[in-house]
């Protein structure tokens, strides 16, 4: 038939486009993923992936319609169920994170990070009434609302694990009911590191996979299928979009993850039966116009990852010799409690292939946390002087922004919650964004109230007085 031989031409052309773009550099990859020539001469030619906000496609034939909702030729249906710029996306992501990794990898974009947690988890924990996963207790305070209360409304029980704790406690936590293991790395905000190489290790000795959200790293940074990882989370709405114009998440699986409770047609594509089954059935699709705006973004992400690192580590070394700051979490800081480990895993990916001595360089992302002495109030008071800084609960953006966790992000967990994921009231979490090092610098040196500090001090100093009101 007709519509047989269209779509075995696209099939066709999709693998050449595939096996061609994945051979190239990480930029390259970013900036044209699968979309290729053949691809913008049925889409009448456009440069750049256009946007299908169409609801539904139109079939040549009833056949073809039994076909594609049986799931046994490529289309995309509903976009509920899939659509074309959701398969740009998707391809580009699952290529970016197993870059240079050695495996083959699916993607299924959701309606934001932390559907995608809820997608992962619930497909890995459902069928079994008495089912526990191990967490790391340092996480986002989104994900750990998530996994103590609303996983435990399903019966289901997290056993939490502190990221630094030795392998023998998290093989401890572990028995016939463990579903899988489930990390951040850096977390949220206290930027500790687990040890994914050994957490993989543990949890392929149980038969279960191991889940990363890489989300403060993306793979401009860490690539966890690297260390043998099964799943990769991201919010698309942190710095893989730093515009701060979308809601998004992903989830990226490699080919055949371990997983002994999964059939075995299951584990050898986890992300496709996510995305046409319960992901289908549950709604959380990403719209088509927020896929375009994160490719858009994605083709530039290693250079801003790499920008924003730099200006970032100004950043912690400045905050690090200020009097009136206890303590800087930050993985480039020679003082950070888990030097070795973050060594061992940041670096700017291709950064030794781009570099004249064939070096790679190392980078430590975004994000940085601080301690201000005299507690929260002080923190408050830093918060309440800022003038370029925004206040807000938002992380990876373009423009620097500065929260307390304890009274935003992880408020809702609770002192005990919060002492369990080590997250002091006076902790300010700074996302350190394009604006220049030294600007940034000034605004958090006359909000901490210390003006002789100042490293930069030819823009004279701002008057508190005439920030607006907050
Ligand atoms: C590490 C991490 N994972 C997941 C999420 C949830 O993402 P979203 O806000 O897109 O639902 C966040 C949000 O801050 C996060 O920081």
């Not at 930027?191 to 149980?206: P, V």
């Not at 490699?254 to 995305?275: G, M, W, Y």
């Not at 690192?309 to 200020?322: I, R």
Request: charged share 15%; glycine share 6%.
């Amino acid at each position: 038939m007709e519509y047989q031989q269209r779509l075995q031409t696209q099939i066709t052309n999709r693998d050449k486009a595939k096996a061609y773009i994945k051979n190239k550099s990480f930029d390259t990859i970013a900036t044209h993923g699968v979309y290729d020539l053949n691809e913008a001469l049925a889409n009448q030619g456009s440069v750049i992936e256009p946007v299908f906000m169409s609801t539904a496609q139109g079939f040549s034939h009833a056949d073809e319609l039994q076909a594609a909702l049986a799931y046994e030729i490529p289309s995309w249906s509903y976009t509920r169920i899939h659509n074309p710029t959701l398969y740009y996306l998707e391809s580009t992501l699952a290529l970016l994170e197993s870059y240079d990794c050695g495996v083959e990898a699916g993607c299924c974009v959701t309606s934001s990070g932390m559907s995608a947690i809820t997608t992962v988890t619930d497909a890995l924990l459902a069928d079994s009434p008495h089912a526990n996963f191990v967490s790391s207790s340092q996480i986002y305070g989104g994900s750990f609302q998530q996994f103590s209360i609303r996983q435990a409304q399903k019966n289901r029980q997290v056993r939490w694990v502190a990221p630094d704790a030795p392998m023998q406690s998290w093989a401890a936590q572990i028995d016939e009911n463990t579903r899988f293991i489930y990390i951040e790395v850096p977390s949220n905000p206290g930027l500790a590191m687990c040890d994914i190489e050994m957490l993989a290790g543990l949890a392929h000795a149980n038969n279960i996979p191991l889940i990363v959200d890489a989300t403060l790293a993306t793979p401009a940074l860490i690539r966890p299928f690297q260390f043998g990882a099964d799943i990769v989370i991201h919010s698309l709405s942190k710095i893989i979009a730093a515009s701060g114009s979308v809601i998004g998440g992903a989830i990226i699986a490699k080919e055949n993850i371990t997983a002994r409770f999964l059939p075995d047609d299951v584990s050898a594509n986890f992300c496709q039966h996510l995305k046409l089954l319960p992901n289908r059935d549950n709604g959380a699709c990403l719209s088509p116009m927020q896929a375009f705006l994160v490719l858009s973004e994605l083709r530039t992400l290693r250079m801003r990852v790499d920008a924003f690192s730099q200006n970032t580590l100004k950043v912690a070394q400045f905050l690090q010799g200020h009097p009136k700051v206890e303590q800087v979490l930050y993985p480039g800081l020679l003082d950070y409690p888990q030097y070795q480990l973050a060594q061992k895993y940041f670096e700017l990916v291709d950064s030794a292939k781009n570099s004249l001595h064939n070096q790679p360089e190392k980078r430590y992302g975004h994000l940085l946390s601080f301690r201000v002495k005299d507690g929260v109030q002080a923190a408050k008071q830093v918060i309440n002087n800022l003038r370029l800084i925004f206040c807000a609960t938002d992380l990876g953006r373009v423009k620097t922004i500065a929260t307390i966790p304890a009274i935003s992000t992880h408020q809702q967990q609770g002192d005990k919650g919060r002492q369990l994921a080590n997250i002091p009231d006076n902790l300010i979490r700074l996302s350190v964004g394009a604006e220049n090092a030294d600007d940034i610098i000034q605004d958090l040196d006359q909000a901490l109230g210390n003006h002789n500090n100042c490293n930069n001090n030819h823009h004279g100093n701002i008057d508190v007085l005439q920030r607006p009101h907050r």
